[in-house]
């Protein structure tokens, strides 16, 4: 990813959360690898989505705006040299040549394992060269981080997707049914190759579920509209309706409204607990394609008789 993750993205460093997901999916919409054979649109398709990662996390961006972090989400070096170390105030071996101990200083340096080997010894991760010789260590390698937009019945349903990896590695990943916006899949060992015997890292993925024009989703419910003719609304009638785990028979109640929401326990997403939410079928009175003269004169009989208003609560409620 490039060193600043704001102009793989194309914003400012004060663009909104809003303004960062936009610019994302512009991107994504361009350059994906499934979209194009082009490698420069590849490249800039894999430093957007690294960007992307980093900065839609309010705390690692925030982290990353103070310098705490890099644009890989890796923790910057602190610099610090043996002399500061060594004039600590409490330190037993300020101003000595005494190095019977670099325990700690290791520990700071490389993390609890670097401290391991316990006084004089440098630690676990550290291989012998020989007559005592230090010639490397383990570590273990870096977390990679990318994002996956993966469409709306695939994140609710679950099912696979394939991806290709920076280091051209093709996998089969699992989403979880009921994957939700922004929720990550941990690929483990799949990462930054670690160092001497240090295992690999991981790959983080976050996952972007796109929008459907069909479904909607309100927590763990989900909602569609199912259109239905003039008569169906009128008389009532038995339809076919789409759902998640396949067509089911839905009852519309005679003289059903556009807006009518049917609601079929169970059949929504799932929830952290294992649980379904609810789907709700919104129902939308069709007219038919064209209103020939017999519909037009019934219409205008039945209206004589029976005319309402069906604005007037609206009205009466707007006073």
């Given at each position: 990813m490039?060193?600043?993750?704001?102009?793989?993205?194309?914003?400012?460093?004060?663009?909104?959360?809003?303004?960062?997901?936009?610019?994302?999916?512009?991107?994504?919409?361009?350059?994906?690898?499934?979209?194009?054979?082009?490698?420069?649109?590849?490249?800039?398709?894999?430093?957007?989505?690294?960007a992307y990662d980093l900065l839609k996390d309010p705390d690692q961006r925030a982290r990353f705006d103070r310098g705490e972090i890099d644009a890989q989400g890796q923790e910057r070096a602190q610099r610090r040299y043996y002399r500061d170390f060594s004039e600590?105030?409490?330190?037993?071996?300020?101003?000595?040549?005494?190095?019977?101990?670099?325990?700690d200083v290791f520990a700071d340096l490389f993390g609890d394992g670097g401290a391991a080997g316990g006084r004089g010894g440098?630690?676990?991760?550290?291989?012998?060269?020989?007559?005592?010789?230090?010639?490397?260590?383990?570590?273990?390698?870096?977390?990679?981080?990318?994002?996956?937009?993966?469409?709306?019945?695939?994140?609710?349903?679950?099912?696979?997707?394939?991806?290709?990896?920076?280091?051209?590695?093709?996998?089969?990943?699992?989403?979880?049914?009921?994957?939700?916006?922004?929720?990550?899949?941990?690929?483990r060992g799949k990462g930054g190759a670690g160092m001497g015997n240090g295992a690999a890292g991981d790959a983080l993925l976050s996952v972007t579920v796109a929008d459907d024009p069909d479904w909607r989703r309100d927590g763990d419910d989900v909602v569609t509209t199912l259109p239905i003719s003039l008569d169906e609304a009128v008389l009532g009638a038995k339809v076919e309706a789409d759902t998640l785990d396949g067509p089911v028979m839905l009852t519309v109640p005679a003289g059903a409204s556009s807006g009518r929401k049917l609601r079929l326990r169970g059949r929504g997403l799932k929830g952290a607990d294992g649980r379904r939410g609810d789907h709700y079928v919104e129902l939308r009175v069709a007219m038919p394609p064209v209103v020939d003269d017999e519909l037009a004169e019934f219409i205008r009989g039945w209206r004589a008789k029976n005319a309402y208003d069906p604005r007037a609560d609206r009205e009466r409620g707007g006073r």
């Open positions: 490039a060193d600043d993750p704001y102009a793989a993205l194309g914003v400012s460093r004060t663009a909104t959360e809003a303004e960062l997901k936009k610019a994302y999916r512009k991107i994504a919409k361009a350059d994906h690898p499934d979209l194009t054979d082009d490698k420069a649109a590849h490249d800039r398709f894999k430093a957007a989505s690294a600590a105030q409490g330190n037993p071996y300020r101003g000595e040549a005494n190095y019977g101990d670099f325990s440098f630690g676990q991760g550290w291989q012998s060269g020989g007559r005592g010789g230090a010639r490397s260590f383990d570590m273990r390698g870096q977390d990679h981080r990318y994002t996956l937009e993966v469409d709306f019945l695939t994140a609710a349903r679950g099912g696979t997707t394939r991806i290709t990896l920076p280091d051209g590695n093709v996998l089969d990943v699992t989403i979880p049914a009921g994957t939700r916006d922004g929720q990550t899949i941990r690929l």
